[in-house]
């Protein structure tokens, strides 16, 4: 979509930072962090939400990736949380999954 910023980053049309990325899919930090680390694992295709999600594979690589960021920034054992927003819920309309941490047991969503 030509007007989506995560697009734009994909296409090196805008620079970005990133913790990883291959062909499929991105990883860079949130610019508007809720946690002292939180970054975004976006698939550099279009798609809108989850709601438009055709090839369940893609979530395999969205979490495979999470997994190799969990790894990579030794964040088992210190907590954190995955989430997806989706349905109008998301500032971007670009399917992407928020990493963040640290995060405990009574933190509130």
């Known amino acids: 979509?030509?007007?989506?910023?995560?697009?734009k980053i994909a296409k090196?049309?805008?620079p970005g930072t990133?913790?990883?990325q291959d062909d499929e899919v991105m990883v860079f930090k949130d610019i508007h962090p809720v946690r002292k680390f939180h970054v975004l694992v976006v698939p550099k295709?279009?798609?809108?939400?989850?709601?438009?999600v055709s090839e369940v594979g893609?979530?395999?690589?969205?979490?495979?990736?999470a997994q190799k960021i969990i790894a990579q920034e030794g964040l088992?054992?210190?907590?954190?949380?995955?989430?997806?927003?989706g349905g109008g819920a998301q500032?971007?309309?670009h399917?992407?999954?928020?990493?963040?941490?640290?995060?405990?047991?009574?933190?509130?969503?």
């Open 12 to 14: 090196k049309e805008i």
């Open 18 to 20: 990133f913790l990883y």
């Open 91 to 93: 500032l971007i309309d």
């Open 58 to 65: 893609l979530f395999a690589k969205l979490f495979k990736v």
């Open 45 to 52: 295709i279009h798609i809108v939400d989850t709601g438009a």
């Open 95 to 109: 399917l992407h999954m928020h990493l963040m941490a640290p995060v405990t047991k009574t933190t509130k969503m």
């Open 1 to 7: 979509m030509e007007s989506c910023i995560f697009c």
């Open 76 to 85: 088992n054992g210190k907590g954190y949380r995955i989430s997806i927003n």
